[in-house]
């Protein structure tokens, strides 16, 4: 009788270690889809700003720079000023901010009448790095299920909406936009 509660004990202990290990395998699992979601939209903008390269300008709101998604509820803009002179490329520039808005809010999949095809609280960020040379950093924030390090790019992180820097995650890349003749 005692082997077989010794055994019973035994049996317990691997596994609630087995449960625990199945609950941190969907933890990483949920992070990295969110890694590969913010990856897409991130890959997206800058495919949508090299296709309307010339009023690159209008995706950093003239330079000032620009934040969508989850908090934001603007409608975003481009002025007609120096080169951005014609309406149908300000107005590209509009649609496909406003579309990747809708996609960092999760419009992709709706359940319920929510959107829930996004990754938790997903912000993107577009910022002119440098205007002479065309240079924009193109940011996806999102909040992960564990803390770690905190990141070094700032979108995000204004809205303390991740419960502190440490799950706030980010993936970015810079875009550089030739001069063309």
Do not use: F, H
């Not at 690159?56 to 000023?81: E, H, K, M, R, W």
Request: hydrophobic content about 45%.
């Amino acid at each position: 009788m005692l082997e077989v509660l010794v055994t019973l004990v035994i049996l317990l202990i691997a596994l609630l270690g087995l449960a625990g290990v199945v609950a941190r395998s969907n933890s990483a699992e949920l992070e990295s889809y969110q890694r590969v979601q913010a990856l897409i939209l991130v890959q997206d903008m800058v495919d949508r700003i090299n296709a309307n390269r010339k009023y690159a300008p209008c995706y950093s709101n003239g330079g000032t720079g620009v934040t969508l998604g989850t908090g934001y509820s603007g409608t975003p803009a481009c002025a007609a000023t120096g080169t951005l002179t014609l309406a149908a490329e300000r107005t590209q520039a509009v649609t496909d901010l406003v579309a990747w808005d809708s996609m960092l809010k999760g419009a992709g999949e709706i359940q319920g009448g929510q959107r829930v095809g996004a990754m938790i609280g997903a912000r993107g960020c577009i910022t002119q790095l440098d205007a002479t040379n065309r240079i924009y950093r193109v940011s996806v924030a999102w909040q992960g299920m564990a803390g770690t390090v905190a990141p070094v790019d700032t979108c995000g992180q204004s809205s303390n909406a991740y419960g502190g820097d440490l799950k706030r995650r980010v993936v970015t890349t810079t875009v550089r936009i030739a001069k063309l003749s």
